[in-house]
């Protein structure tokens, strides 16, 4: 059964620019996912919502950026 989860990532993704640059990318490659940062917050949270989201793939994906990227919980 598939069923819509939230996976919360702590990076070091500070500024807005690197931001946008990677929702961007994402959002081009996972189209149906909801996919937000919080930079104001001290672990600098990706979050991540919708059908199952493949987490090893998204956190391939900024290592291979040059950021930090681990799952929370």
């Known amino acids: 059964m598939i069923r ?4 919360i990532f702590k990076t070091n993704v500070e500024n807005i620019t690197d ?3 990677i929702l961007s990318e994402l959002q081009e490659i996972y189209p149906a996912l909801r996919i937000n940062f919080d930079l ?3 672990d600098h949270i990706l979050r991540v919502e ?3 989201p493949d987490v090893e793939r998204i956190q391939d994906y900024l290592l291979q950026s ?3 990227c681990n799952l929370i919980g």
């Open 40 to 42: 104001d917050d001290c």
């Open 66 to 68: 040059g950021y930090r």
């Open 4 to 7: 819509q989860t939230v996976e």
């Open 50 to 52: 919708g059908f199952e």
């Open 19 to 21: 931001a946008t640059r």
